[in-house]
């Protein structure tokens, strides 16, 4: 039972526009997003979070939207730059489980310079 | 941000040995370390959650004699793939959390069981 889902398995950008990558869940219970970047071969590394307080978070070229009625969030990055080109992964966290995270399956993104 | 280590990075075994995987978080105590398996373009799948000095808590089809797990210390973490089978070929990843929210994942582990 896929809680955390990443519709979208590959996403192509042009160098410079903005790339927007999807995540839906279904637990209305999480409290606690997160986006991952994953290169092959290498651990997820942290890019950007925000608590389900929130609608808003803004890093950098890097924004995450959360619509909780719609249990949708989204990362926005503008201006794509080609070493942003790697998996994403999307994940939550429920409350009271501790620090478990449940993760989307990753979507695929290519910036073309 | 924080640190955690994973060795080895790669490793390939016979069918049949074990294989030790460490982790190991450098820079801060972690009071729970995670254990993930990824197969070839899925998702990061939970095997099981580990706190410090207790048993570990695995997930729904995963056999906790088949993949044991140690948490000796607030720095370490190993993870044991006993009786390794061709199937259980995978990239295995750990994390770390200590008091925070975020998950600090290590580098992954190759695992390719001949």
């Known amino acids: 039972d896929q809680q955390v889902k990443q519709n979208s398995p590959s996403l192509s950008v042009q160098e410079g526009r903005i790339s927007i990558l999807n995540c839906d869940y279904t637990n209305s219970m999480f409290d606690y997003f997160l986006w991952y970047k994953k290169y092959p071969a290498e651990g997820p590394t942290f890019l950007i979070s925000?608590?389900?307080?929130?609608d808003k978070n803004e890093d950098g070229r890097f924004t995450v939207f959360l619509n909780k009625s719609a249990k949708h969030l989204s990362l926005h990055i503008v201006p794509s730059q080609p070493g942003d080109s790697a998996v994403y992964f999307c994940?939550?966290?429920?409350?009271?489980?501790?620090?478990?995270?449940?993760f989307g399956t990753g979507t695929s993104l290519t910036v073309i310079p | 941000g924080a640190v955690v280590s994973q060795h080895p990075s790669r490793v390939i075994c016979k069918s049949g040995t074990s294989v030790k995987i460490e982790c190991r978080s450098l820079?801060?105590?972690?009071?729970?370390m995670f254990w993930y398996r990824q197969f070839p373009k899925q998702s990061l799948m939970l095997m099981a959650t580990s706190n410090e000095g207790s048993k570990a808590t695995y997930e729904q089809g995963v056999e906790k004699d088949k993949f044991l797990i140690n948490h000796a210390s607030l720095t370490l973490s190993t993870l044991t793939v006993t009786s390794a089978h061709p199937e259980d070929s995978s990239f295995y990843i750990c994390?770390?959390?200590?008091?925070?929210?975020?998950?600090?994942f290590g580098p992954g582990t190759r695992l390719t069981v001949t």
């Open positions: 994390s770390a959390s200590g008091r925070g929210n975020e998950q600090y």
């Open positions: 925000i608590s389900s307080i929130k």
């Open positions: 820079d801060f105590q972690a009071t729970t």
């Open positions: 994940a939550a966290r429920a409350r009271n489980t501790g620090n478990q995270f449940y």
